[in-house]
C-alpha cells in the first residue's frame, strides 16, 4: 500500500492515507490474506476521504461473508506480484486501467496549441501528410461523457477534457476514456495519469478545415486543437 500510493510523497495527505490504510488493514485481517485490501486500497479514491472509508465498511462487511470461501494462493501471489509490478503506473491502473487494454499512442506532430471559447470558429490549413487532429477539451471534466466540443467541417467533435484523469480531478469528473486515445503517461507512482487527448481522422484529402465550437458550452470551456499527426 505504502509502494502504491505514498510515491511520490510529496504528493501525499497523510491523514487521508492513514483512513485508508487503516481501513486495508482490516480487510486483510477478517480475509486472512491482502489480495482484496491491496486492490481496494489501489482503487479507493483520493479524494474524498468518506468515500473511501465507505468503501472500506462495505468491503469488510462483505469480507465477513467471504471469509470461508477458499481461493488459491498462487492466483493471489500473482495477482499482488502484478500490481505491485506496474507500480511506477500506479495512479493510471487505478484510475485509468482502459489504458491498459485500449493504449494511447503518438506519431510525429505539427503542434497547433490553439485554445478556442464557445461559439469560435476557425479556418486551419491542413499540412503534407497529416492524417488526424489532436483535441482536448479544458474546464470540460464536469460535462457529461460524449458531450459535442464542436465541429470539424460540420463532423462532430467531442473530447475529454485534457486533465480528467488527475487525482484530484477523476473522481469528480463525468469525462470518459478517449474512443482513440492520443496522450502520454505524465508524473510517477500514485500521481501517474494520461492526458485526455483524443485523435480524429481528418477528411480524405483536406487541404483545409474549418472548427466550429458548439456555442452552448459554459462560459470558461475550451475546446484545445493541439496538433496534427
Known sequence: MLVLRWIPFHDVVIWRELIILA????????????????????LSPAWPAKVAVLLFVVAIMAAFRLRQVKSSGGMAAALLGLII????????????????????????RVE???????????????????????????????????????????????????GFMRREQFFASRNCYPRNPAGRIRAYGWSAWIDGAERILLPYGAKSI???????????ALLQIEAFE
Open 112 to 162: 497547433l496549441r490553439y485554445a478556442l471559447p464557445p461559439g469560435r470558429t476557425m479556418m486551419i490549413e491542413v499540412p503534407e501528410h497529416a492524417v488526424a487532429l489532436i483535441v482536448s477539451g479544458a474546464n470540460v471534466q464536469r460535462l457529461p461523457c460524449g458531450t459535442l466540443l464542436g465541429w470539424m467541417n460540420g463532423a462532430p467533435i467531442t473530447a475529454p477534457d485534457w
Open 85 to 108: 509490478a506496474f507500480f511506477p503506473w500506479s495512479g493510471v491502473m487505478a484510475r485509468g486501467w482502459m489504458a491498459f487494454i485500449h493504449q494511447p499512442r503518438q506519431a510525429p
Open 23 to 42: 481501513g486495508a488493514v482490516a480487510v486483510a485481517h477478517v480475509m486472512n490474506g491482502a489480495t482484496l485490501a491491496v486492490v481496494l486500497g489501489l
Open 210 to 220: 474549418r472548427i466550429a465550437v458548439n456555442p452552448q458550452l459554459p462560459r470558461n
